[in-house]
């Protein structure tokens, strides 16, 4: 399956911002995705993850309650809106899948990754 995230930009703390991740290539209702993200000189981070069938969904500590993950398996899509951000949210962020929902970073496909950007 290939991977193509986009939404990342600039946005002051408080703000919103929408991720999606189109996917191309074998049947998207059969993986897993999640969202991982990477801030400069920091290791891979889990932030998010959702089922094959949308049922059910994972959260990091640090974003729960601002971020919700959700898919459109008839889209082949899936997407992040992220609400009140913080500088701290500053990070690539990376669309990935995998047959097995985990909550850790070891995904088996990764997408290009998009900038989001949060100013104080």
């Known amino acids: 399956v290939q991977l193509q995230a986009s939404g990342g930009g600039l946005v002051q703390a408080g703000g919103s911002l929408r991720l999606s991740c189109a996917a191309s290539?074998?049947?998207?209702?059969?993986?897993?995705m999640a969202w991982i993200r990477q801030s400069p000189g920091k290791e891979r981070e889990f932030v998010a993850a959702?089922?094959?069938?949308?049922?059910?969904?994972y959260y990091a500590d640090s974003v729960k309650g601002r971020f919700t993950i959700s898919r459109d398996n008839a889209k082949n899509t899936v997407y992040l809106q992220m609400n009140s951000l913080k500088p701290e949210d500053t990070a690539v962020y990376y669309c990935?899948?995998?047959?097995?929902?985990?909550?850790?970073?070891?995904?088996?496909?990764w997408g290009q990754g998009t900038q989001v950007t949060v100013s104080s």
């Open positions: 990935a899948a995998d047959k097995i929902l985990t909550t850790v970073t070891a995904y088996d496909y």
């Open positions: 290539g074998r049947a998207f209702s059969s993986y897993a």
């Open positions: 959702i089922s094959r069938s949308g049922g059910s969904t």
